[in-house]
């Protein structure tokens, strides 16, 4: 009776796992290396589908690249201007 009852549990556990969806992201990049001025450019299309109850007032992006920018709190370091790398956004829009 033990085992049949833990077992009913856990059916029933696994399957509200499944009532829940999780959130996604979806990537797409469009890229172009210029080789003679060390430049990557391009676009993004980046879709995300919230499924929880709760309300985004924003969506927060981590562009690692920009914490070795001169000038960055981040990296005390001083940088050649030559071998800067950093990760400019132009625009975003829904």
Same mark, same amino acid.
């Given at each position: 009776m033990?085992?049949?009852?833990?077992?009913?549990f +856990?059916?029933? #556990?696994?399957?509200?796992?499944?009532a829940f969806?999780?959130?996604r992201?979806? %990537?797409f990049?469009?890229?172009? +290396?210029?080789?003679?001025?060390k430049? *990557?450019?391009g %676009?993004? *299309? *980046?879709n %995300?589908?919230?499924?929880?109850?709760d309300?985004?007032?924003?969506i927060v992006?981590h562009?690692y690249?920009?914490y070795?920018?001169?000038?960055?709190p981040f990296?005390?370091?001083?940088?050649?201007?030559?071998k800067?790398?950093?990760?400019q956004?132009?625009?975003? #829009?829904?």
């Amino acid at each position: 009776m033990f085992k049949k009852s833990i077992l009913f549990f +856990l059916a029933i #556990f696994s399957l509200t796992l499944f009532a829940f969806k999780t959130n996604r992201s979806d %990537y797409f990049f469009d890229l172009r +290396l210029d080789d003679q001025k060390k430049e *990557i450019g391009g %676009y993004a *299309i *980046i879709n %995300y589908k919230n499924f929880s109850q709760d309300t985004l007032d924003k969506i927060v992006f981590h562009l690692y690249a920009n914490y070795f920018r001169n000038g960055s709190p981040f990296f005390e370091k001083k940088v050649d201007p030559q071998k800067e790398g950093f990760t400019q956004v132009d625009s975003i #829009f829904e």
